[in-house]
């Protein structure tokens, strides 16, 4: 690879952003919170959908974004994020009537140049970056919008502005929430952040969960609850998920789920009017998946309550070749609504109230209020605009593979244009020991010689073990794997590209080509945007035949030798079996 492109090639990396980064913010412990008021409900009629206006009508959307929340040991950062993928274009979708009326600035610097025709911002950015978020001004109407600028962070008789609003792309140690939990509501005259106690109009006096409700007022309680849901605005790329978990009060004093029985969490696809489309998993959680539930308090709501988390997890297993038994990460698509719907309330034992958030003017034009599923085949929601308070323990999984319109070199006047066919597509000589880029065999300026794959985390994690691999099933015996350079991926901020080399074997006497299509896999078998086109010989594009694998989950669990000892890290060229199969190590 030729220096002067190296160095292109590392400061495009550098500058992917488009904004500039901040330092994160200090964590902060969660705290006890008071209840709200008792919140009515309303019977849902109709298709569910979030309301369209704000009092002013100057604000932007975050279509497919989720909400940096708590980590699982209860800990919280004091900045508002929107977990947004990396490597993806993100919309910061201007809504005001006259969009061109309206500048854009980030960090106090106009970019409105940089807006879209139609009066949006589009950003891109690498991995585990924190960047300013835009801030849109109308020249008609006083002040702006920026996400959040009300996310006030909460303390009892005082609070601080939190004036500092970031994107923050990956944060590996944090759940993700349907909304922005750093807004802010006012009780007695203190302000608190927005997380909400399960107090409600249920016989129990939950919010979501166990109980009936009296829809009337009337001492009649006409419906029964088995479980309610929570809708999501399609992602921008594929998630995988590992755990979900919900923040919960039970008026058990054994927890909120009694031995021998379970409860379902469902993630579902959605069709564009709301209705299911597809099932895409299945969690699970018992009494042993329940925590904290030793906390509690005698005198809430004139009963004693305690209060904790339930933790589901996909009843998909998978089990080592010791017996060793392990819930899968499920995946969820990128471009379809999805619904995450909780049952079981109604089992014998069973009392879950489930905590609210408290959504946002602008967040209630495009999130969904939670709603509360009924029995008799009803659906209830609230007054109040609020969202079920949902941990989503998971990361967005973006497998990069570029093809055209990467690097500076394609803007070079001497470059092979005619003949370049995508830095995807790589020529492996006919005795397997060379690979160049198709087309460009022979060109020294510009032959790299491999793929290059961005990925959400490091492609090998601290054991040396692949988090990215290709399903053996699906390689043609010809292709024995591969190499891969992470030289120019920067593992400390996550940025940067791999360099993929295909492994392949001489070909045979007799023949003079053969090609391949090869996926790149991660987590929850989530396949790269894009695949590999490998052609060696004399074979050419024409005859390339595209295999897309069904979802096949690849994991990195359980590492053995041929001996069927647990082994740490395969060093260079060792035989190892990782999920029943053997490999052959080859880190570069």
Known sequence: MKKSLLVAFALACAVAGNAQSVSKGAMVHRSDLPDMPRQKMVMANGPRRAKKSVDNGLYYTIPGALYGGWTVDGMGYAYSMAMVPPFVDVTFANQATDKFAC????????????AEENGDYVGNYSPDG?????ALQHRKIEGGYQYNEDNYWAKTGQYDVNDISVSCTYSPELMMTPVDNHGHRTSNGNVYRNSLAGYGFLSTSYLFGTGQVDLEDDGVWDYTAYGFEQTYNPLLAPMYVDEIHINAVTMNNYGPIPAGKSVKAYIIALDEEGAASELLATFEATASD???FQDKDDDWQGQTAYFGSIVYRNTETFTDIFGNQTSLPAAIPAGVPFRIQFEGMDEEGVSIGAYALWKSEVEDTYIDNGYLLMKEGRAFTFQSPLAASIDILGQYEVIDVQTKDFLSAESQDDFPAADFQGWNVLRVSADGQSVSTAGLVGNENYDMGCAFVGTSVPWFDEEGLPNYDVDEELLPEWVEGLQVDTTYYNSDVLSGYNLVIPVCKPLPEGVTGRSCTLDIFGNAGIAGNNQIIILQ????????VEVKADKKVIHK????????QSISTPVDGQLYIRDGKKYLNRKK
């Open 103 to 114: 500048s854009w600035f980030i960090n106090g610097n106009d970019i409105t140049e940089y």
């Open 130 to 134: 924190w960047y300013y978020t835009p």
């Open 557 to 564: 669990r359980g590492l053995y030798n041929l001996n069927g």
């Open 537 to 544: 010989g004399d074979a050419n594009l024409d005859g390339i």
């Open 290 to 292: 329940t925590l904290d």
